[in-house]
């Protein structure tokens, strides 16, 4: 399994452990959504809270036990840093949107491109890089959990890849996606310029991409048995 894997450590970050039977999106206030432990329970916000300014409302949180929201916070500070700092890198933060005429509709093969892609921040230490990667993953996998509404889906295969506007420019293919995600299924913007994002089912899998200060871009794939 790609979330997160027990025990594993970087820089002596540990990361939350979490049972492979337990990455079932089946919505339980009362159940960590990465351990599966139930009871005595806290929200974790999904980007983490200190990416928006103050006051920001209707941020997403989604029930956690009290070790994987402590387990995490490094992790979300590092990732924060890092998006910020990537902000800052990238002068152009224009969404290189095709035109709507050209946009291909997702297809099964949508999901099978993504598959091949690598995950693309190789400029950090291997640290900032795990940090930054596992807490995208942390993001697609709280989305699933906040959206999805229906019976208990159990998730064998996640993936998230990491993309600047200058990356999608030389991959018309993925820009295409990112804009028919946009389009067409459902966007939600918790706060402009920080963080939005669009999430679709593709049959029996998902699809979602958000958007860190205005020009980190991630795409994730979630594939269900």
């Excluded at 329970?41 to 809270?49: G, L, N, Q, Y």
């Excluded at 916070?73 to 890198?89: H, I, K, T, V, W």
């Excluded at 990238?90 to 995950?119: H, S």
């Excluded at 993953?137 to 019976?151: A, D, F, R, S, T």
């Amino acid at each position: 399994m790609e979330l997160f894997r027990p025990g594993s450590m970087v820089d002596e970050i540990s990361y939350p452990l979490l049972d492979s039977s337990a990455l079932v999106i089946s919505p339980s206030p009362n159940r960590c959504v990465y351990c599966g432990l139930e009871g005595e329970i806290t929200r974790d916000h999904i980007p983490p809270k200190k990416l928006f300014p103050k006051n920001t409302r209707n941020l997403i949180t989604i029930p956690s036990c009290q070790k994987c929201n402590n387990d995490f916070s490094p992790l979300d500070n590092r990732f924060l840093q890092a998006m910020r700092r990537q902000s800052e890198l990238l002068k152009d933060e224009a969404f290189p949107m095709p035109p709507l005429d050209d946009v291909l509709l997702i297809t099964p093969n949508t999901i099978r491109y993504c598959e091949n892609l690598d995950f693309s921040l190789t400029q950090f230490d291997p640290q900032t890089y795990m940090a930054v990667k596992m807490v995208a993953l942390k993001i697609v996998w709280g989305i699933l959990c906040n959206e999805y509404y229906g019976p208990p889906v159990t998730v064998e295969k996640l993936k998230v890849i990491y993309r600047t506007p200058d990356d999608l420019r030389s991959d018309p293919y993925l820009t295409r996606i990112f804009t028919s995600l946009y389009y067409r299924v459902i966007t939600r913007t918790i706060s402009r310029n920080h963080f939005e994002y669009n999430l679709m089912r593709l049959g029996k899998d998902f699809i979602c991409s958000f958007q860190v200060y205005q020009n980190n871009f991630f795409l994730g794939v979630a594939c269900t048995s």
